[in-house]
């Protein structure tokens, strides 16, 4: 997984990245029209130029789809509104198409794109960002669980590019990227300017190809290359096993559009074993959809339970509570987490540390504390908008500092490259005592 439809901008589809349960979709959507006034209003002056592109061709449907040189690009609606002043916009426009050495080479649409995607950087906050159609494709695949890429998850820690997690047996993870490593250069491309989007479209790519990373591994102080070669990754989210003593091992990778059906089959299992302890492994899930989380908790939390607070940008603060169906609450937990710990994984982690007393083992999670929302755009673009705090139901508020274990249990590079695992060592070790 690599870090979430035509339509008229007045009656855009509003499709979370964090799903949200249906009856709280209303509620989002009025967010979405307070804070994207400014958008909108670009989005029109954008569609407005559109209509120019196609006058002469007759078919205006047709022609939205075509790469419009920036010689034939017609604009309207150019001058300054009450407010900010879009005639600068403009007027750079004009420059660029009037002197630029290749101006009858450029294309229009890309160059709408890149304002937009500009526009958004400013924001300074690097999970609101824009997906062109190809992009907004390929975004729509990582959520199905089936892309070309190198298997990592990637989020921006201390300013720099950071490996959330790598996906088990995905290439990332044999070439030896781990959870915490920075990443400096694609190929010979310096990324410090980049946003995480644009960082993995450049890193993605056919499967049998190669990709060249410059990396400063968790830890140390040099820099090392290492090439990766892309591969089709399949990504199945749950994974059962059982353990001595009859404890089962339920391990999470991520939280995508199965993932509750895959955990409601391995719950299934377990209580068909009698299983007298779990281990919730969340280590290295880079998080997903947020009502997914919220259906896992339900069945490991009582109904009625807060799993976790958001935070608009007014202060005002809204919970989402368990759903019903819990019939793992009565049998002793322990989670795993660590530094690939993120998003939805840190919140279901959360919510079982606050309200049912969750002993969490391992390292400190990444510490992801926001939440996008997905609105789909005209000609298959859309916009991923941060829209809120996320806190866990004490009211923590986590991101950039993360979630802290209760038992601290740090993987050695020699663990990694012999295959021990002395936090899931020691999970057991705490599981049994509580089964006593």
Not at 7 to 31: A, D, G, M, Q, S
Not at 277 to 294: E, F, S, T, V, Y
């Amino acid at each position: 997984m690599e870090e979430i439809k035509q339509e008229e901008c007045k009656e855009e589809k509003v499709e979370p990245i964090y799903t949200y349960p249906e009856k709280e979709l209303e509620h989002n959507r009025k967010i979405f029209k307070k804070g994207l006034a400014i958008f909108f209003i670009i989005a029109i002056v954008f569609a407005s130029y559109t209509i120019g592109f196609s006058r002469g061709k007759g078919n205006d449907a047709g022609m939205a789809a075509k790469n419009v040189p920036l010689e034939q690009a017609i604009l309207e609606n150019k001058t300054a509104t009450n407010g900010v002043d879009f005639s600068l916009f403009w007027k750079v426009w004009d420059i660029v198409k009037e002197k630029h050495v290749n101006r009858n080479d450029l294309d229009a649409q890309k160059m709408v794109y890149g304002a937009i995607s500009g526009m958004l950087k400013a924001t300074g906050d690097p999970y609101t960002s824009f997906f062109d159609p190809e992009e907004n494709k390929a975004f729509s695949q990582d959520l199905g669980g089936s892309f070309d890429g190198i298997g990592a998850e990637l989020g921006v820690k201390d300013n720099l590019l950071t490996v959330i997690a790598p996906l088990d047996g995905s290439p990332a993870q044999k070439a030896g990227l781990r959870a915490g490593d920075k990443i400096l250069k694609i190929g010979d491309k310096i990324i410090s300017d980049m946003t995480i989007d644009e960082s993995v479209a450049l890193i993605r790519g056919k499967k049998g190809t190669e990709v060249k990373l410059t990396i400063l591994p968790n830890g140390e102080k040099d820099t090392k290359e290492i090439s990766i070669i892309r591969d089709t990754i399949e990504v199945k989210s749950v994974k059962l096993e059982f353990k001595d003593n009859n404890i089962a091992r339920i391990e999470i990778t991520k939280f995508g559009e199965n993932t509750d059906k895959e955990f409601n089959a391995a719950v299934k299992t377990v209580l068909a074993k009698n299983t007298k302890g779990i281990i919730l492994d969340l280590r290295n899930d880079p998080g997903g959809l947020l009502d997914k989380a919220i259906t896992i908790a339900s069945r490991m939390i009582p109904i009625g339970k807060v799993v976790v607070m958001e935070e608009d940008a007014a202060g005002k603060r809204e919970s989402f509570s368990t759903e019903g169906g819990d019939t793992l609450s009565s049998i002793p937990m322990v989670v795993l987490i660590n530094g690939g710990s993120a998003s939805a994984s840190e919140i279901l982690a959360g919510a079982l540390r606050d309200d049912q007393g969750t002993t969490l083992i391992g390292e400190k999670s990444f510490g992801k504390g926001s939440v996008q929302e997905l609105i789909d755009l005209p000609q298959g673009a859309s916009v991923k908008v941060t829209v809120a705090k996320w806190l866990t139901p004490n009211g923590d508020y986590i991101m950039e500092k993360g979630i802290s274990p209760d038992v601290e249990v740090k993987m050695t590079p020699d663990d990694y490259q012999n295959n021990k695992d002395p936090q899931l060592d020691k999970a057991l070790e705490v599981l049994q005592e509580k089964m006593k």
